[in-house]
């Protein structure tokens, strides 16, 4: 039996990005001559880390079986649309308009994972031509206004804190924490990883691979509808740039923390941090006046070079097994 | 005395293939079954039948009496049924103990039982008598710790038949042993075990009844193995259909300077000390059972994996082989590959394209491209030569049927005019027409001077055809035999250079 603390599902590069966020985040704080460490500007790092943390979470569960989604900027998009155009146009209670939305997001994840099960298309197709038509749904919805027409409350709920820490923030890690604990505990997320680790062997084992597919989508929509929630409590309005700006980050931010593209594992811990990371590499930008274009730069170099290394050592793991079956 | 398991007139068609036809099998509680056959019989998926992964086209599985239908995996571990299959059949991310619990994990509202979980995959591993760490990752496993594991697995439920797939293919001696001993306990307790392997010494030490399957019927059903001697079982296995063919007898030039030469070759992917030669006009066989390493041979040769010792020679010159476009503009080396529908041919492309895909950069002109007259000339030359069935050469290959694709696979080899041609498994899934057919053009091919290098699991063919055998095992090579042409003495020599190496790693 091991100690509780071997036990805890901790790897190599959790360790390591941690200490890269510690890191920054010292550095920005002293470069910055300590404005960083403001309570005003720490609230709005921390507000703005929840997006990035549950679309981080929504593209993980769909790595974790072999697929992508790249519908999910444009999922959140018009789910957000939709929640404010209710409020506004339709005059439906604000309990109402985002339980629908989350309906609705759920909804278009369960539509991703039946389109993949009945057309035996790659995810990567099918959730491509779903993000066009959601961007045109999107558009219908709010045309090229900000809409905006409902309670001041919910704008400003995001800004409200518990002891000191954003609503956002706690759903946004509440939200993780379950998402852990259903990978961990639960049968069905168990198989959901034994289909993303070995196809064949879940099939002998009685695991339905399509089942695995499709429940790896609709939490995705799940998961989207969530961050459109959190998007529509802490944005003045809704327009149709909310989503565009949620692709790389989301892949980013599982890929950073150690998510493999090829399936079988989830790093919900990493795949945190690196939405963290990532949120410091904006901060810096704004702290320091950079030119956004240069973020996007570092954000997408990073990408590459994780992609690579992990690839590199995966087909190192494949090749060692074979020299082992085989006593020189 | 009534069977615990028994199976009668299973049928299991795949598309274009009858794998299994009728067969009929009988376990009696307390006894150990031999499935024996040989590659491509239908074993495999005998076994996936009784454990619910195919369902049959007919027949019937009767389990104490009663006619069960398992539509799942699951199902069949319910109803006591444990199987080790032939393939790798764990995730590698997952612990032991989930991994032995895969099936039907423990739950409770959907949660799993962690508790119930260890303590159930630690009672399948010490039925085993093995120590390996519960909580330890799968992927970091040895070979053998892993074999373990997929036994206990297939222990976990109530087991009352217990199917092993090749359960020693990756164990050494030692741990055959202790499997066997628990083997011989779980008979003792009156379980029913289905053992297939093509060891056919552990068969004999080990089994008490009998079941020979040759291409997809059983030709010997649920016999006491007792009455039987290795030999007779051999012949039953491969059967004698192929010897009646008259043998072309060849003589081959060794004098000359080999086409290809190996030198202590060893690779990245585990081959040893591999050294061997193929002549003009030599049909060179490569045998060897599942997993010896014969395929795995051939890519390293051709650059898709990496040699790491040794020499490859070839025309006398050590050469280093980058890339298959390499192997095949420069050194004229072609490969008919075993999956000729995933790697061999275009489906969804022409005849024309698929044989002069290799000559494109020969045919091709500056500007005009690759004139389709050229392409045609090429293709058309080929169509009469083998005799491939096509309404025309711009019929699409995937329409083709199974034996004109194979010929079609050649075609684009053959418009390269090559020195050197490797054949991997040029008749599985083709009739015997065609088979005989194919036989002919390699032999003729040979006797125009190309060096063939032959890889083959079906040993009457590699009689008939090989001029000299090499045998491997488990990435070794275990002995270069000349053919003499006479099947059952080569059968034997055969089967002897694999056997013996299986007793020396014992």
């Known amino acids: ?328 | 005395m009534t069977a615990l398991l028994e199976a009668r007139g299973l049928v299991k068609e795949f598309p274009g293939v009858r794998a299994l036809g009728g067969v009929n099998l009988s376990l009696r509680e307390g006894t150990i079954h031999a499935l024996l056959g040989e590659n491509g019989a239908g074993k495999s998926t005998l076994v996936k039948i009784l454990t619910g992964v195919y369902q049959p086209d007919s027949g019937e599985l009767v389990l104490s009496g009663t006619p069960r239908r398992f539509h799942s995996p699951t199902e069949a571990a319910r109803a006591g049924i444990g199987v080790v299959h032939q393939e790798r059949n764990v995730v590698p991310a997952f612990t032991v103990a989930e991994n032995i619990m895969l099936q039907d994990p423990p739950r409770r509202a959907g949660v799993i039982d962690r508790d119930r979980q260890r303590r159930v995959a630690a009672k399948a591993l010490s039925t085993l008598g093995v120590d390996i760490d519960l909580d330890a990752r799968v992927g970091d496993l040895s070979v053998a710790q892993v074999q373990l594991v997929e036994i206990a697995k297939a222990l976990a439920f109530d087991t009352r038949v217990l199917l092993l797939d090749e359960p020693t293919a990756s164990l050494t001696g030692s741990e055959a042993d202790k499997l066997f001993e628990v083997l011989k306990r779980l008979r003792h307790q009156g379980n029913a075990i289905v053992f297939v392997s093509h060891k056919l010494e552990e068969v004999f030490a080990l089994c008490d009844t009998v079941t020979v399957l040759r291409d997809g019927s059983s030709v010997l059903e649920s016999a006491s193995l007792a009455d039987y001697s290795q030999r007779q079982i051999v012949d039953l296995m491969v059967g004698r259909e192929l010897a009646e063919r008259t043998v072309r007898h060849r003589t081959v030039d060794r004098s000359t300077t080999p086409v290809l030469a190996l030198e202590n070759l060893s690779t990245a992917l585990g081959h040893r000390n591999i050294t061997m030669d193929v002549y003009p006009g030599e049909v060179h066989g490569l045998y060897g059972l599942v997993g010896a390493g014969r395929s795995e041979l051939v890519r390293c040769l051709l650059g898709l994996d990496r040699v790491t010792g040794g020499r490859v020679l070839l025309d006398g010159e050590p050469r280093k082989i980058a890339n298959m476009g390499e192997a095949l503009s420069r050194y004229r080396i072609g490969y008919v590959t075993e999956n000729r529908k995933e790697e061999g041919l275009f489906l969804e492309l022409p005849v024309r394209h698929n044989v002069s895909v290799t000559v494109w950069r020969r045919l091709a002109r500056a500007i005009r491209g690759v004139p389709k007259k050229a392409e045609n000339d090429v293709t058309s030359r080929y169509v009469r030569q083998l005799d491939i069935k096509a309404t025309s050469n711009e019929q699409l290959a995937g329409t083709l049927s199974g034996g004109n694709q194979q010929k079609v696979s050649l075609a684009k080899w053959l418009a390269v005019d090559p020195q050197l041609l490797i054949i991997d498994e040029p008749t599985v899934g083709v009739d015997v027409r065609t088979k005989g057919d194919f036989h002919d053009l390699i032999l003729d091919l040979a006797d125009q001077g190309v060096a063939i290098v032959l890889i083959s699991s079906d040993l009457p063919e590699m009689v008939s055809l090989a001029d000299r055998v090499s045998v491997l095992s488990n990435y070794r090579l275990v002995g270069t035999i000349d053919n003499s042409k006479d099947y059952p003495t080569m059968s034997r020599r055969i089967m002897d250079a694999i056997h013996e190496t299986v007793h020396v790693r014992a």
């Open chain 1, 1 to 328: 039996m091991k100690a509780w603390w071997e036990r805890i599902p901790l790897r190599g590069s959790d360790l390591t990005l941690t200490l890269i966020f510690v890191g920054a985040f010292f550095l920005l704080a002293v470069t910055s001559g300590g404005s960083l460490l403001t309570p005003r500007v720490l609230l709005s790092i921390i507000i703005y880390l929840a997006v990035p943390i549950l679309i981080g979470l929504a593209q993980m569960v769909v790595l974790s079986v072999g697929q992508m989604n790249l519908a999910i900027g444009a999922m959140g998009g018009a789910t957000s649309g939709l929640m404010a155009v209710l409020m506004a146009s339709y005059g439906f209670p604000v309990w109402a308009a985002l339980l629908s939305g989350l309906v609705f997001s759920a909804l278009l994840g369960a539509l991703n994972g039946l389109l993949v099960k009945l057309t035996r298309l790659n995810g990567f197709i099918v959730t491509l031509a779903t993000m066009t038509i959601l961007l045109g749904v999107q558009y219908r919805l709010v045309r090229s206004f900000t809409v905006d027409q409902y309670p001041d409350w919910l704008k400003n709920f995001g800004q409200r804190t518990v002891v000191g820490i954003p609503y956002m923030f706690l759903v946004a890690i509440a939200t993780s924490l379950v998402v852990g604990w259903y990978f961990a505990r639960t049968v069905a997320g168990r198989r959901l990883l034994a289909s993303g680790g070995n196809p064949l062997a879940a099939r002998l084992s009685g695991v339905s691979n399509d089942a695995s597919i499709f429940q790896a989508h609709l939490i995705s929509g799940i998961l989207v509808g969530i961050a459109a929630l959190v998007t529509i409590a802490s944005a003045p309005g809704i327009n149709r740039s909310i989503g565009g700006d949620w692709l790389l980050p989301s892949f980013a931010a599982a890929i950073i923390g150690g998510v493999s593209l090829s399936g079988g594992g989830v790093a919900v811990y990493g795949t945190v941090m690196a939405a963290c990371v990532l949120r410091l590499v904006d901060v810096a930008r704004a702290q320091f006046s950079l030119d956004p274009s240069w973020v996007n730069f570092v954000i997408g170099a990073v990408v590459l070079f994780t992609v690579t290394v992990s690839e590199w050592r995966n087909r190192r793991a494949v090749a060692r097994p074979m020299s082992v079956e085989v006593p020189a």
